[in-house]
Antibody, heavy 125, light 110 residues
């Protein structure tokens, strides 16, 4: 059974960097059939996909246009986990952040399962 | 288009059938499989349907889904009080190269 365990601070000051980690058990961050994604949820923006990292002979990343200039998602193979960094945060970045595994059987068929438990991150001074 | 459109709410009495729609476009639902998620208060979304109409193990067969063109729908038959939750659709968007989520539908059991 795959499980994802999130960790990281729940309060970040404006202009600083939001950093979260997602530890994987029951699967490998290097699995060629998966991607490892971050999603956030807020009342104003709903569920918003932020980006992903994945391994296909080498590491790749894709990021949402809304955060592309500020986001980095990195794998850590030694600890079998992946991380999210979001720079220059503002109160608009206040949300519950989730990590998720995306399993893929074909280019058109992807699904998010499981999800991490979620981390409420508040951006405030 | 940056979201998939769902009705904000749906309701029914116990035992009834409720249907939720999800409207998208050619680059997302039109080309890619649709997922459905159930979210109970204070918890993470849970996969309910994958590849348009497939149920993961453990999901009751009261939940069914379909896709046609650029729209999809989720049906809950034999509605139960434990089905009160938010439901979201999702699909990959080839033009954005990212995932789009639906606006969410709150299901209430009357």
């Amino acid at each position: 059974q795959v499980q994802l365990q999130q960790s990281g601070p729940g309060l970040v000051k404006p202009s600083q960097t939001l950093s979260l980690t997602c530890a994987i058990s029951g699967d490998s961050v290097s699995n060629n059939n998966t991607t490892w994604d971050w999603i956030r949820q807020s009342p104003s923006r709903g569920l918003e996909w932020l980006g992903r990292t994945y391994y296909r002979s080498k590491w790749y990343n894709d990021y949402a246009r809304s955060v592309r200039s500020r986001i980095t998602i990195n794998p850590d193979t030694s600890k079998n986990q992946f991380s999210l960094q979001l720079n220059s945060v503002t109160p608009e970045d206040t949300a519950v952040y989730y990590c998720a595994r995306v399993f893929q059987t074909a280019t058109y068929a992807k699904w998010f399962d499981p999800w991490g438990q979620g981390t409420l991150v508040t951006v405030s001074s | 288009q940056s979201v998939l459109t769902q009705p904000p709410s749906a309701s029914g009495t116990p035992g009834q059938r409720v249907t939720i729609s999800c409207s998208g476009g050619n680059f997302n639902i039109g080309r890619n499989a649709v997922n459905w998620f159930q979210q109970l208060p204070g918890t993470a979304p849970k996969l309910l349907i994958y590849r348009n109409d497939q149920r993961p193990s453990g999901v009751p067969d009261r939940f069914s889904a379909s896709k046609s063109g650029t729209s999809a729908s989720l049906a809950i038959s034999g509605l139960q009080s434990e089905d009160e939750a938010y439901y979201y659709c999702a699909a990959w968007d080839d033009r954005l190269n990212g995932c789009l989520f639906g606006t969410g539908t709150e299901v209430t059991v009357l």
